[in-house]
């Protein structure tokens, strides 16, 4: 089965600084990358994917995520994070039966 | 753009009470599934139907009982609540096929006193 690591639980970073979370997940096989979002008091929502192709992968809101095959990881990035970016980000791993397996979550606090 | 709807949002529970929480979708979608958060834990998938007619056990299915009723309607239940089932249950749905994102519901608090 597989498993996905996110480390840093607990982010707390001032506004215009840069962010970066960490995903390593573990399977053999090709995988497909999520990672959502859940700001306070919603629910999940995806902030973008990765299946195959140009493995930098644009999403919403000023989003990235680099999948490196070699590191089984795919990490997030914001180059200059807002206010409105505190919330809880977790990444999700798939094999291709439309199963996914979350990650912990990092819980992201951002100081005006 | 109702999308995934769950019903209800909160509820308080008295242990060995049982309870449906309901879930439905508008997205024509064959997949749905239903997660438990718990803070620290992230998602765990509970239950899950890869299209109607069919549920699967996901990692903490103990405790819950699914019933797909069609295809917009998936439906979880606790049978004989216990505190430990205390948490927030997200339903989700999806196209079936291997590069689909989940859509999610808004959640629903479950307390077990």
């Known amino acids: 089965a597989q498993s996905v690591s996110q480390h840093n639980h607990h982010v707390i970073l001032s506004e215009a600084a840069s962010l970066e979370l960490g995903c390593n997940y573990s399977?053999?096989?090709?995988?497909?990358l999520f990672w959502y979002v859940q700001y306070p008091g919603q629910h999940l929502q995806l902030l973008l994917k990765y299946f195959s192709g140009d493995p930098l992968v644009k999403g919403i809101k000023g989003f990235e995520a680099e999948f490196i095959k070699s590191k089984f990881s795919f990490n997030l990035r914001k180059p200059s994070v807002q206010w409105s970016d505190t919330a809880e980000y977790f990444c999700a791993v798939g094999p291709g039966n439309n199963r996914l397996a979350f990650g912990k979550g990092n819980q992201v606090v951002v100081i005006p | 753009n109702a999308g995934v709807t769950q019903t209800p949002k909160f509820q308080v529970l008295k242990t060995g009470q049982s309870m449906t929480l309901q879930c439905a979708q508008d997205m024509n979608h064959n997949s749905m599934y239903w997660y438990r958060q718990d803070p620290g834990m992230g998602l765990r998938l509970i239950y899950y139907?890869?299209?109607?007619?069919?549920?699967d056990k996901g990692e903490v299915p103990n405790g819950y009982n699914v019933s797909r009723l069609n295809k917009r309607e998936f439906s979880l239940r606790l049978e004989s609540a216990a505190p430990s089932q205390t948490s927030v249950y997200f339903c989700?749905?999806?196209?079936?096929?291997?590069?689909?994102?989940?859509?999610f519901g808004d959640g629903t608090r479950l307390s077990i006193l």
């Open positions: 399977y053999g096989g090709t995988v497909n």
């Open positions: 989700a749905s999806s196209q079936q096929g291997i590069n689909q994102p989940q859509h």
């Open positions: 139907s890869a299209s109607e007619g069919t549920t």
